[in-house]
């Protein structure tokens, strides 16, 4: 027997031996005979919709465990998750939860101690045995030095720090194993679960928790909670976390709307938003904001002022150049909805039958706000509003000095393991392919098997592998892949590497998932070579719209939309394939699985009904999954119409591109504001963007940020039936000095004799801006060039007139009002719209 397994074996009979002492009454089913029903119950029914297999495994778990805990963790994990899951790992986490209680006890009321210890995942990331992993990664010998809750979780706090350095990648969640041998590095989700599972190893209640989206900046953020001392306390960056409830953003917590945790068997404390079937979030905003929360109260009302019950309301934020839902809520059957939020600024968007309203919830210091939605029929009113984020006062603590050392050698542990792991890569000869096994990081060994089968693979598929941008995958495919899956994704690069019409498309052509699923496994092997795709996916055709028809038609077919019949979320391609009912999620990774099979570029986008193509010219559209066919056609162009955008300042100075928002259009399909896909602008200088888009109604949004504490939003409804143009005015616009220039403005320069001037004002004589500066630059004792479109009745020094300017200005009156400071030092060039307070440095 060789020592690996000889382990693994004394770890199993430990866990068993454990096992066998009583559980805590309350986790028994004569003790808590009410909840062990009602969990048994739950965890029969949710492996009806599994295979044969799968469900008979985890039938013989209940029968043999028949305890609330082992219920518990089978009602409460997806049905999909259990499906690729190994029961043995589901049981390895019983056997050490169960030691855990039969050790250590708890006084925590069942449902708590199930929800936020006994919990087997913390948020998307795949079941696995992880309990067993970290107690031997020194989590064990940290449990028995601990002398308190507080100081277990400060020794659990820099643990993570050895094993997680942050590192922004895609979406697709690492497990805590993942993350502890294979990679070392994580976004902010994956030191969420990291700490939380942590946590929880070692009897620490904790959960998630998140803002799906910033109000005030763009961007997300996900972060843990840990129960210490009976009440939830919120920790972040692992390396200052010495003491909760102090991290980053603490300083911003009055510029938040929601903070959502998630739990599963809640609390009557909690403020329940949202009820699922395995989970339910909760609004932990209190945790955070105290006393300065606002306790919001809404009333739905159709256009006669009558309450609507049950209109579904969303909390919408100003995120990433558009309204982003931090969660979608149903008021009552008497229309009304109430709920805790911070100070910053929100929309409140309801939908209802077809008729909406959007309104403005202003920051403000009230803690009882009111609002009426008036649900109407028809477009939304334009809106033109400034957004306000207030901060709050934090003062920072100072983490002791021992603290600091400890953090320093968890630092030096990571860089430790990651040294070693690139000495593995350097015994490659070739350097390219010493850096691809570099890429893989603890993940060596998947690398090494496919560099064994292919000793000298395309460089042109490393090179890709490695590209700093996410060339054709996220560098977290190779942190996770095996030799089989690295090997599939190969081949198909090389199906299409010479095919001229890919080019940048290859990611969304070749790429094994399409959102955020677990990478899929291999279905079988094609002419011995592993591949994602049965044989019945492939459709004939000559072009790839002939191809996607008879695709999208196959899909139809073979498989039905019934998300009560389908498992939940989304499984991994291997996973939907093997089912006949699949929810809108799935439907749709299926259908960008087969356009992307038959050599169609594909992506699944916002829509539930469409996805997003590269048809044969190019172009991008969407494609719809109900008809089959294309929503517009791409040999139509009278489909499309042509809206101009002028984009100016309050004075009705244009805005370059360089320093424009950013403009959006939109429509709302079921409640949500989109973005029109495929359809961004042409920007065809001096603050001109042109866009071809289909006809019918549509949203322009412009967004900015002032401050971190002020966001414009502006909207407009278009009803595009023919060629638009359109002004908008950004007020307010925030300056600031880019560097280089754009467009041609140098040529205003010409043929001025610009020796001896580093500073140069283009803008007309008598343009109030332009008097303002000059007179600025003169108090400065600066020497500048002053360039015009047209002479001044009286000589003034250092003015030129450009015919250039002139000409500029007759195609566009706009330009008249314009203002621009360039600046030219050791040959480097800035560059400044409107009024500056200061010149650069």
């Not at 009560?564 to 391609?573: E, V």
């Not at 100016?648 to 939109?666: F, V």
């Amino acid at each position: 027997m060789n020592a690996k397994r000889f382990t693994l074996l004394i770890v199993f009979l430990a866990c068993a031996i454990a096992s066998l002492a009583a559980l805590p009454s309350a986790f028994t089913s004569k003790g808590n005979p009410g909840l062990y029903k009602t969990l048994r119950s739950k965890a029969l029914g949710n492996l009806a919709k599994l295979d044969r297999h799968q469900r008979k495994e985890y039938r013989r778990l209940l029968k043999e465990q028949d305890d609330v805990l082992m219920a518990y963790l089978l009602a409460y994990e997806s049905d999909a998750n259990l499906q690729i899951a190994r029961p043995a790992d589901v049981l390895s986490n019983y056997l050490h939860v169960r030691a855990l209680l039969n050790t250590h006890g708890t006084s925590l009321d069942p449902e708590f101690y199930l929800s936020y210890v006994a919990k087997q995942t913390v948020s998307d990331e795949r079941i696995e045995a992880y309990r067993e992993g970290l107690l031997r990664d020194g989590l064990r010998e940290i449990m028995e030095s601990s002398t308190d809750e507080i100081d277990l979780y400060r020794k659990v706090s820099q643990w993570c720090v050895g094993r997680l350095k942050f590192q922004p990648t895609s979406g697709r969640d690492q497990t805590p194993l993942d993350i502890t041998q294979k990679s070392l590095l994580g976004r902010c989700e994956e030191m969420q679960i990291l700490f939380v599972a942590a946590a929880r190893t070692v009897g620490l209640p904790s959960r998630p928790a998140s803002t799906p989206w910033w109000p005030h900046q763009d961007n997300n953020h996900a972060w843990a909670e840990v129960w210490l001392d009976g009440a939830w306390h919120y920790t972040g960056d692992m390396d200052a976390a010495y003491w909760p409830d102090q991290t980053w953003f603490s300083g911003l917590i009055d510029k938040t709307v929601l903070i959502l945790a998630d739990g599963s068997l809640p609390a009557a404390s909690d403020e329940v938003l949202i009820r699922g079937k395995y989970d339910c979030v909760i609004n932990s905003i209190r945790n955070y904001a105290g006393e300065r929360t606002r306790s919001l109260s809404i009333q739905t009302l159709d256009e006669q002022g009558n309450p609507l019950p049950n209109t579904s309301v969303g909390v919408m934020v100003v995120n990433w150049s558009a309204l982003r839902p931090l969660a979608w809520l149903k008021t009552d059957a008497e229309g009304k909805l109430t709920f805790s939020v911070g100070r910053g600024a929100f929309y409140l968007a309801a939908e209802q039958d077809g008729k909406r309203a959007l309104e403005l919830v202003p920051s403000s210091d009230s803690t009882l706000i009111n609002c009426d939605l008036t649900l109407k029929a028809g477009p939304l009113a334009d809106r033109d509003d400034r957004l306000v984020y207030p901060s709050n006062p934090f003062e920072w603590k100072q983490a002791p000095e021992d603290w600091n050392e400890g953090v320093k050698r968890e630092k030096e542990r990571w860089n430790a393991i990651d040294r070693s792991w690139a000495r593995v890569a350097a015994s490659q000869a070739d350097s390219l392919n010493a850096e691809f096994v570099k890429a893989a990081r603890g993940n060596y060994a998947g690398a090494l098997e496919f560099l064994r089968r292919y000793p000298h693979p395309c460089e042109g598929f490393i090179e890709d592998c490695l590209a700093e941008e996410w060339g054709i995958m996220d560098p977290k495919f190779l942190w996770q892949a095996s030799a089989d899956q690295i090997e599939a994704v190969y081949h198909a690069y090389l199906k299409y590497e010479d095919d001229e019409n890919i080019g940048q498309d290859m990611g969304s052509l070749i790429f094994p998932s399409v959102r955020y699923e677990e990478l899929p496994q291999p279905l079988g092997f094609r002419n011995g070579i592993p591949s994602f795709y049965p044989r019945s996916f492939y459709q004939q055709g000559e072009t790839r719209l002939e191809r996607l028809n008879r695709a999208a038609r196959w899909l139809k077919r073979n498989y039905k939309i019934d998300p009560d019949k389908a498992l939940s979320g989304m499984p991994p391609l291997h996973v939907v394939i093997g089912q006949k009912y699949l929810n809108n999620a799935q439907y749709k990774l299926m259908a960008v699985s087969l356009a992307r099979a038959n050599g169609i570029p594909a992506y699944a986008g916002f829509r539930s009904k469409h996805i997003g193509v590269i048809f044969d010219d190019g172009d991008s559209g969407y494609y719809d999954l109900e008809t089959c066919a294309p929503e517009i056609d791409p040999d139509e162009q009278e489909a499309l119409v042509k809206l101009t955008v002028l984009v100016s300042d309050e004075s009705g100075a244009p805005l370059g591109s360089n320093e424009r928002a950013m403009l959006i259009l939109s429509d709302i399909r079921e409640g949500d504001y989109a973005w029109l896909e495929g359809y961004s602008g042409k920007d065809e200088g001096n603050g001109v963007l042109s866009f071809q888009v289909p006809k019918g109604e549509c949203y322009l949004s412009a967004i900015y940020r002032i401050s971190d504490s002020l966001t414009a939003f502006q909207t407009k409804h278009l009803d595009l039936d023919d060629s638009l143009t359109v002004e908008i005015f950004l007020k307010d616009y925030p300056r600031g000095w880019n560097d280089g220039v754009y467009y041609e403005l140098t040529e205003l320069l010409t043929p001025a004799d610009t020796t001896g001037f580093e500073i140069f004002l283009i803008g007309n004589h008598d343009q109030e801006n332009s008097i303002r500066l000059a007179e600025k630059l003169r108090s400065l004792g600066r020497k500048f060039l002053w360039v015009g479109y047209e002479p001044a009745p009286q000589p003034i020094a250092n003015y030129v007139v450009s015919q250039l300017w002139a000409q500029w200005m007759t195609e566009d009156q706009r330009n008249r009002a314009r203002t621009i400071t360039l600046t030219l030092k050791n040959g480097k060039w800035d560059s400044y719209e409107g009024l500056w307070d200061h010149l650069p440095e």
